[in-house]
């Protein structure tokens, strides 16, 4: 008698081998994918890390060359900060110090990161370069030349509004111009808050841009607030501006004659920034205040 076993179709060594073999070629080509895509993750975090670890050190080189300290000056108490939405930040600020007189320089730059403090820095820069090649400390000198160095250099649609102020501690007056920054200084005085108003064009846009100058009476106890629009513009969660909530007039007018200059700056950045931390990471945007109190 003869037995014949004849093994399932799917046995078959025509069709078993080629199946197993198919198998281990696609483990093997799993595991090679795997640890391609391990390395390249790797790679990339790499990467993130050194963008992370650049932007934290091109976050201390700009913050380093703004003012951490505000100049002495006789008759004046004075005090300025910038908090960047982002690591890096598009706004400034800086002072230029004359014969017991005082230039507050406050600068928005169109756009946010890196380019935008890129930019910054060019602009603060240059603004040095003038003082020390002895330019007069006004409003209206400094901006010509500032507008004039920048329109060459700042790529299209890029620009940058800046307000000036110089203060004379002596004659107790406010000079100042206004190149498009729509966030105007306030005076406060008495426990009231007056918008000091200029205008004019924005810097690097053509060369050749006239400025004007206004001067303002100041009285001892006066408070001259400089700021960028992310204080105005911060917005709560149903889309109010700070500076249609009231609030801003609210914090200027509890200010005392014994609130110090660096008080008021922390107060004003401290409100405004609980006041729009509903807002998501594109709506925020870089807040500088510079406060100067007449004494």
Known sequence: MTLTVVSPWYQNGWILYPSVGGIFGLLLFSTVF???????RQQVLAYQLLAVSELDDARRVQMGLMPEIAPEVEGLE??????????VSGDFFDYLQGDNEIV????????HGMQGAMNAVMVDGILRSLARRGIELS?????????NDLTPQLEDQMNVTMVIGLINADTKTL?????GHHAHPLLVRNGTVE???????PL???????????EFELQSGDVVVFMTDGIIEAKDNSGTEYQESG???????SFTPDTSAEAMVSALINDATTFGADMTTEEEDDITVAVVKVL
């Open 34 to 40: 795997a640890y391609r895509y391990y390395q390249e």
């Open 78 to 87: 004075i005090a300025g900060r910038c908090v960047s939405a982002n690591t």
């Open 104 to 111: 507050i320089v406050v600068g928005d730059v169109t756009g």
């Open 139 to 147: 409003p209206v000198n400094l901006m010509s030349e500032l507008n």
């Open 175 to 179: 000079t100042l111009a206004n190149a």
């Open 195 to 201: 918008q000091l108003v200029s205008k004019g064009m």
């Open 204 to 214: 690097g846009m053509m060369a050749g841009i006239s400025y004007q100058e206004i």
């Open 247 to 253: 609030r801003l007039e609210q914090v200027l007018g």
